[in-house]
């Protein structure tokens, strides 16, 4: 008999199977359509990457001032604690720490990743979820993302001379593993140092509401206890991002240099002292203390 797929017909005019077409075709577009959604597509992934940078390191403080915020009640305030020497500075009295510094740097060629993953130990490489290799070092303790352009990242350095150095072990290592072009080489127009974050606590609590409500703030302020536990304020000069708790720790994001963040917090003191809140003591006897409300609720039934 004859086979039901050929249905009587000879073998040679059998249908014959042809791939399907989109897959032939697949990943080709026209090459200005490609070449500009790959530089938007890292464009938004690096704006992505650095908020999520910033965003990791705030939560990571923000979880100390809640811990710190449930004692601020057995913590007395100096009466003169805030007061300034004539011609000091406030960062000289009370210097901000650098905790993060952001590093952005160009090695000057492009990078086949898939060969940079095999040959780093270490390395990560994902591109379903990430167009980017990750490299992680641990003296200096620095992390770098790795673009096909050339372009690196490094976060998580302690301060801007561990990123210097983080950044050139990163250049180090391209260059053993092929890529004797790479080069480190930043420019005035392209610095190295792009996001230095800081820290700073002053000997008082703050009073968040009132700061927030103050007429002459409340544009730049912004205060939601239910979305996050500290006031966000945008200062306009120098172009910076500060998070103050209640216990007096003050959270500096968004400077270029150690220079803009001593300059943002010598601006922003004022406004501290100004919200202070009161000096708060322990109470010597909680017993007398305590509200009818609260006896009523102690008391057994």
Same mark, same amino acid.
């Given at each position: 008999?004859?086979?039901?797929?050929?249905?009587g017909?000879?073998?040679?005019?059998?249908?014959?199977?042809?791939?399907?077409?989109?897959k032939?075709?697949?990943?080709?577009?026209?090459?200005?359509?490609s070449?500009?959604?790959?530089?938007?597509?890292?464009?938004?992934?690096?704006?992505?990457?650095?908020?999520?940078?910033?965003?990791s390191?705030?939560?990571?403080?923000?979880?100390?001032?809640?811990?710190?915020?449930?004692?601020?009640?057995?913590?007395?305030?100096?009466a003169?604690?805030?007061i300034?020497?004539?011609?000091?500075?406030?960062?000289?009295?009370?210097?901000?720490?650098?905790?993060?510094?952001?590093?952005?740097?160009?090695?000057?060629?492009?990078?086949?990743?898939?060969?940079?993953?095999?040959?780093? =130990?270490? %390395? !990560?490489?994902?591109?379903?979820? &990430?167009?980017? $290799?990750?490299?992680?070092?641990?003296?200096?303790? +620095?992390?770098?993302?790795?673009?096909?352009?050339?372009?690196?990242?490094?976060?998580?350095a302690?301060?801007?001379?561990?990123a210097?150095?983080?950044?050139?072990?990163f250049?180090?290592?391209?260059?053993?593993?092929?890529?004797?072009?790479?080069?480190?080489?930043?420019?005035?127009?392209?610095?190295?140092?792009?996001?230095?974050?800081?820290?700073?606590?002053?000997?008082?609590?703050?009073?968040?509401?009132?700061?927030?409500?103050?007429?002459?703030?409340?544009?730049?302020?912004?205060?939601?206890?239910?979305?996050f536990?500290?006031?966000?304020? =945008?200062? %306009? !000069?120098?172009?910076?991002?500060? &998070?103050v708790? $209640?216990?007096?720790?003050?959270?500096?994001?968004? +400077?270029?240099?150690?220079?803009?963040v001593?300059?943002?917090?010598?601006?922003?003191?004022?406004?501290?002292?100004m919200?202070?809140?009161?000096?708060?003591?322990?109470?010597s006897?909680?017993v007398?203390?305590?509200?009818?409300?609260?006896?009523?609720?102690d008391?057994p039934?």
């Amino acid at each position: 008999g004859t086979s039901p797929y050929a249905r009587g017909k000879p073998m040679s005019q059998r249908p014959r199977f042809v791939p399907r077409q989109r897959k032939r075709t697949k990943g080709k577009s026209a090459p200005s359509d490609s070449t500009t959604s790959t530089s938007d597509a890292k464009a938004e992934s690096e704006e992505a990457l650095k908020e999520a940078g910033i965003n990791s390191w705030v939560e990571s403080e923000t979880k100390n001032e809640i811990d710190a915020e449930r004692t601020l009640d057995i913590i007395p305030s100096s009466a003169s604690s805030e007061i300034i020497p004539t011609g000091q500075r406030p960062s000289t009295l009370y210097p901000p720490e650098v905790r993060c510094v952001f590093a952005f740097l160009h090695v000057g060629c492009e990078l086949d990743l898939v060969r940079v993953v095999t040959r780093v =130990r270490g %390395a !990560e490489y994902n591109p379903k979820r &990430f167009h980017a $290799v990750v490299l992680r070092i641990r003296e200096p303790k +620095a992390t770098a993302v790795i673009y096909a352009s050339g372009k690196i990242v490094c976060m998580g350095a302690r301060n801007e001379k561990a990123a210097n150095i983080a950044c050139r072990k990163f250049v180090r290592i391209l260059q053993k593993v092929g890529y004797p072009q790479a080069k480190f080489a930043p420019t005035e127009e392209e610095p190295l140092i792009r996001n230095v974050m800081a820290k700073v606590k002053v000997p008082f609590p703050v009073s968040l509401d009132a700061l927030a409500t103050h007429k002459e703030h409340s544009d730049f302020a912004n205060y939601e206890t239910e979305i996050f536990p500290g006031l966000i304020y =945008r200062m %306009a !000069e120098p172009k910076v991002t500060i &998070f103050v708790f $209640v216990t007096g720790t003050v959270l500096v994001v968004g +400077a270029r240099t150690r220079t803009e963040v001593l300059k943002a917090f010598d601006n922003f003191y004022p406004v501290l002292c100004m919200f202070k809140k009161p000096n708060i003591t322990t109470p010597s006897n909680p017993v007398e203390t305590t509200s009818e409300e609260q006896k009523a609720i102690d008391r057994p039934n």
